[in-house]
């Protein structure tokens, strides 16, 4: 008796369309902190491929850090730059996205490279300080054409969210539908 060939079977399935596979795959996603609630957002992004990420943290990774992030490597990582640490880690979930750390602080960035800010489709903040957090929402708020920001606050099981982005612009569009 003549046996059948056994073919991979490819299944692909997402929570949304081509269209919004295609616009993940094309955004530029920065993510201020890499601290364990950020790497988890990161996480959800990477692996269904978003194009682009970079982490911008200034900060070495503290005993703390490296118990409660999956995205440290453990001890080893102590001392160590926490966007380098976790960037090395958030890579190895998909080989078709690319990710960055940067080392420097988001004071730097906002006096001496806005232009770089501007670069991304959209700005994660995970628990800035309240003056620098009104700074850099009060910068990317000026002018529509900059990205959407979006604000995490988390003190261990206890978060809040807030989303700021303007709501008629031809560069983002996020439309809001709220049901009957």
Known sequence: MKQASRQPLTVTASLWAASGQSALESARVLVIS????????????????????????????????????????????????????????????????????????????????????ISFSIVIAHNLDNALLERLSSFLWDDPSRPPLVVVRSAGFLAEFFIQFHEHTSKYAFPIVVPD
């Open 34 to 117: 890499g601290s364990a609630t950020s790497t988890s957002v990161l996480k959800n992004l990477v692996l269904p491929g978003t194009g682009h990420f970079t982490i911008l943290d200034h900060q070495t990774v503290s005993r703390a850090d490296a118990g409660n992030n999956f995205f440290l490597d453990a001890l080893k990582s102590v001392d160590k730059n926490r966007a380098a640490q976790a960037v090395r880690l958030l890579l190895e979930l998909n080989d078709s996205v690319k990710g960055l750390a940067d080392t420097r602080t988001l004071d730097t960035v906002l006096d001496t490279d806005t232009a770089w800010l």
